[in-house]
């Protein structure tokens, strides 16, 4: 009996050490957590926010993303120019080499906002100084555009100071879902 309680206890025990190895691995290294500090993401993500973001996939146009800026801190942005790209915003209208993009995630922020322009105009040119964004740049702004620090004051985000790809608000409740 007592043979047999060590056994099963030492079946347990691998089962335990392996589960806890797995959850290391996944929230280390896959689905990884954070708060959202800020409101630059405002109607999109919300101060307290906790999202999970991950390191693998590749980036795309409109994703939300996390970066090291240049003085360290970590910052949660929206992907708008992708490399090589010109970006450039006019009256409301985002243009990615002069062809006009829809922002669906905007459209309601649009219509409820009191001035004139929710983004003001800009072009990629005057704040880069070139053409277009390098092979490696992509350019990022917050959902909320007034407020938010983002490429039109920093310029290009690069590809090794991106750390992961938004992916889900799992807290508070209220607000779970995908991104």
Do not use: C
């Not at 405002?42 to 994703?63: A, M």
């Not at 992509?138 to 007034?146: A, E, H, I, P, Q």
Request: glycine share 6%; charged share 25%.
């Amino acid at each position: 009996m007592n043979n047999d309680f060590l056994e099963r206890l030492i079946y347990w025990l691998k089962i335990t050490v392996f589960a806890a190895f797995v959850v290391l691995i996944v929230r280390g290294f896959i689905f990884i957590p954070m708060t959202i500090e800020g409101n630059s993401m405002e109607k999109t993500l919300h101060q307290e926010d906790h999202i999970i973001y991950e390191k693998f996939s590749n980036i795309e146009r409109f994703d939300i993303i996390l970066f090291r800026a240049s003085d360290g801190t970590v910052m949660v942005k929206r992907v708008i120019g992708l490399p090589g790209e010109h970006v450039a915003y006019y009256n409301d209208e985002l243009l990615i080499n002069n062809k006009k993009v829809a922002e669906p995630y905007l459209d309601e922020v649009k219509l409820n906002h009191l001035a004139n322009h929710y983004t003001t105009n800009f072009d990629s040119k005057e704040i880069l100084g070139k053409d277009n964004l390098s092979e490696d740049g992509y350019f990022v702004l917050g959902d909320n555009r007034r407020v938010s620090k983002d490429s039109r004051s920093f310029g290009e985000v690069t590809a090794d100071q991106i750390i992961g790809r938004a992916r889900m608000i799992y807290y508070p409740l209220k607000d779970i879902k995908l991104l």
